[in-house]
């Protein structure tokens, strides 16, 4: 079936550090969404992409969705203890289907 | 402004029991999904709906499970009876329109003993 696959699964990072965590699909997408979840809360919307090799900022976060709209990534540069949380991929293809997360963790 | 409401926010009730999960999307949002989380399948769809219609129950694990929406600014999901298996938290969450981000409620933490 239908499935969207994210890496890595847990990240460790120091203060400082760049961060990156990769999605995808085994399908073509209409459109891929960003979500992050907090320790202990539900998931909270940042961005939609649906160009074919679209790319969107959101100051340190840098989101791309691949030439072929079966892959996406999101880099985040000079992590911060703010950034700590699981960052997830949706991709819509009818529904939307969730990746199983990044978990990224932030040394101070 | 109001986000997605869900209520309660904990409930723990004894195998067999009947749970009944409330959710009160953001007016004007006219897509309503509810998910479940757990460690061991991450976030699952269970249902959605578009303008108060079950769109896909494809996700619903079994008859157990139930879901309405019986007008634009009320949703409920039961299950019935309920088994350990079940405990999770269960999220609810609207969207102005598909396709478009999805506003997630705060979840409610169901544990069945």
């Known amino acids: 079936g239908q499935q969207v696959m994210q890496i890595p699964q847990y990240q460790h990072v120091q203060e400082g550090e760049d961060f990156t965590t990769y999605c995808n699909s085994s399908?073509?997408?209409?459109?891929i969404q960003w979500y992050k979840q907090r320790p202990g809360g539900h998931p909270v919307f940042l961005i939609q992409?649906?160009?074919?090799?679209e790319v969107k900022k959101q100051k340190r976060l840098t989101f791309q969705f691949g030439e072929a709209k079966k892959n996406s990534s999101l880099h985040i540069t000079a992590t911060q203890t703010t950034d700590v949380g699981t960052y997830f991929c949706a991709g819509l293809k009818g529904k939307l289907i969730f990746g199983q997360g990044t978990e990224l963790s932030v040394k101070p | 402004d109001a986000g997605v409401i869900q209520s309660p926010r904990h409930e723990v009730t004894e195998m067999g029991q009947e749970v009944t999960l409330r959710c009160k999307p953001i007016s004007g949002h006219n897509s309503l999904f509810w998910y479940r989380q757990t460690m061991m399948r991450g976030l699952e769809l269970l249902i959605y709906?578009?303008?108060?219609?079950?769109?896909?129950d494809s996700g619903m694990p079994e008859d157990r499970f139930s879901a309405k929406m019986p007008n634009a600014s009320f949703s409920t999901l039961k299950i019935q009876p309920s088994e350990p298996r079940d405990s999770a938290v269960y999220f609810c969450a609207s969207s102005p329109s598909p396709p478009s981000g999805q506003f997630f409620g705060p979840g409610t933490r169901l544990t069945v003993l």
């Open positions: 399908t073509t997408l209409s459109n």
């Open positions: 992409l649906v160009k074919s090799g």
């Open positions: 709906f578009n303008n108060n219609v079950p769109i896909d």
